[in-house]
C-alpha cells in the first residue's frame, strides 16, 4: 500500500519561512518522479515544483522555494521562504511512478492527504 503523508504547514506571517515533509511509504521515492502542488479555495489545483533527475518550479515561486529529496529517509522536502499571502493554500505531495516529474496532476497516480498553509499579511 502506498502512503504520503505530509506535514509542516501552518500559519506564518508574511516573510516567512516553512518546510513541508513528505514521507513516502510503499515506493522509494528514488525511483518516482515527486511533485508539490497546492490547491486555493475556488481554484484549480496547480503545480509547484517537482523533482525527477532534475528539479523544475513554477514561475511564482521559482528563487523561493527548494524542493529536495531524502532518499534514505524517503522523504521529499519543500522548503518554502519568502512566503506571500498568495502562497495560502493547501500543500499536497504527488508520485508518479517513473523518474521524471510532470507539470500535470493526472499524471501523478499517488496523493497525499494534504497540509494547510496560511500566510498572513
Known amino acids: 500500500q502506498v502512503q504520503l503523508v505530509e506535514s509542516g504547514g501552518g500559519l506564518v506571517q508574511a516573510g516567512g519561512s516553512l518546510r513541508l515533509s513528505c514521507a513516502v511509504s510503499g515506493r522509494t521515492v528514488s525511483n518516482h518522479g515527486m511533485g508539490w502542488f497546492r490547491q486555493a479555495p475556488g481554484k484549480d489545483r496547480e503545480f509547484v515544483a517537482g523533482i525527477g533527475l532534475n528539479t523544475w518550479y513554477a514561475n511564482s515561486v521559482r528563487g523561493r522555494f527548494t524542493i529536495s529529496r531524502d532518499n534514505a529517509k524517503n522523504t521529499v522536502y519543500l522548503q518554502m521562504n519568502s512566503l506571500k499571502p498568495e502562497d495560502t493554500a493547501v500543500y499536497y505531495c504527488?508520485?508518479?511512478?517513473?523518474?521524471?516529474?510532470?507539470?500535470?496532476?493526472?499524471?501523478?497516480?499517488?496523493w497525499g492527504q494534504g497540509t494547510q498553509v496560511t500566510v498572513s499579511s
Open positions: 504527488a508520485a508518479r511512478p517513473v523518474t521524471g516529474y510532470d507539470l500535470r496532476p493526472i499524471a501523478y497516480d499517488y
